[in-house]
């Protein structure tokens, strides 16, 4: 791994809820990844997690500090973060395997019978290569979210971006998407961030959990899981003891943060950046 290949300094949210008031949603957060590290982002409803992936991806700015990837400064969005949310991305009029074509329209390295059979692969293992020519409109929401995973990951982006992929998923499908997506990011060292509420999920999925405060966000927890759970991670480890010993010590620190979630936090000026 690549030391320091996403570096967060000193960053801090500020949005403005009026003339005399604002909101402080995160506060002065400074963290590194590294490169080929999946790092999960866990914390309250509105604590501003998603915010900060937000801004990894350049589609916020930071009111105060900077973020670099791979020694350059985040400043807007690229080709380099691919980002797959909640709601399904994909378009309508186009087929499954154009949609995941559609993902590497900037990859200008690419020929088009390269583009064309790296969508192929990534489409047979999301299990979709039977419906490469349907509709998004005649698939599963499930398989509409496998489309988006796989456009994003044929495009090879530096860093994938999730915000709760999976959170609008049924329990069986969700779970063959987590272990797809656990598989990939192994294979191919791919690095991750990704958001969700759901402590399962993070400990399952996650090198690394960093659990954020209540609003303004504060990571209070750098949890690292291969240090409680050792060998490959199957399905089964979800019913072994260490795997459940991790899951409520996380789910009590996220229940404390969620009771402290319900009064905002106000401030009439900016943030100051740490001095140190």
């Known amino acids: 791994m690549t030391a320091n290949f996403l570096k967060i300094e000193h960053v801090s949210k500020l949005y403005r809820a009026g003339r005399k008031s604002s909101v402080l949603v995160l506060d002065d957060i400074s963290l590194q990844v590294q490169a080929g590290e999946f790092v999960v982002f866990l914390g309250p409803s509105g604590c501003g997690k998603t915010t900060l992936m ?63 059979g790296r ?22 929401g499930g398989m509409q979210q496998r489309v988006a995973l796989a456009r994003t990951l044929a495009a090879d982006p530096d860093i994938l971006l999730m915000d709760e992929p999976f959170g609008a998923l049924d329990a069986q499908t969700r779970e063959f998407l987590q272990y797809q997506l656990l598989n990939i990011c192994q294979t191919e060292k791919k690095t991750v961030i990704f958001v969700t509420h759901d402590v399962e999920e993070a400990v399952f999925l996650g090198d690394r959990i960093l659990v954020f405060s209540a609003r303004p966000a504060r990571v209070i927890q750098d949890i690292q899981v291969g240090e409680f759970l050792l060998g490959k991670r199957t399905l089964a480890i979800k019913e072994s003891d260490a795997f459940l010993q991790l899951r409520n010590h996380i789910l009590d620190i996220v229940r404390a943060q969620a009771q402290q979630a319900e009064q905002p936090t106000r401030t009439s000026a900016p943030p100051k950046r740490s001095s140190h």
């Open 54 to 116: 937000r801004m990894v991806g350049g589609l916020e700015t930071p009111t105060r500090g900077q973020i670099f990837l791979a020694g350059d400064r985040i400043t807007q969005p690229s080709c380099r973060q691919g980002m797959v949310f909640q709601s399904y991305s994909s378009f309508p009029w186009l087929t499954v395997f154009e949609n995941v074509l559609f993902g590497m329209r900037y990859r200008r390295d690419l020929s088009i019978t390269a583009k064309r």
């Open 119 to 140: 969508a192929r692969f990534y489409l047979s293992l999301m299990g979709l290569e039977d419906f490469s020519d349907y509709y998004i409109t005649q698939i599963s």
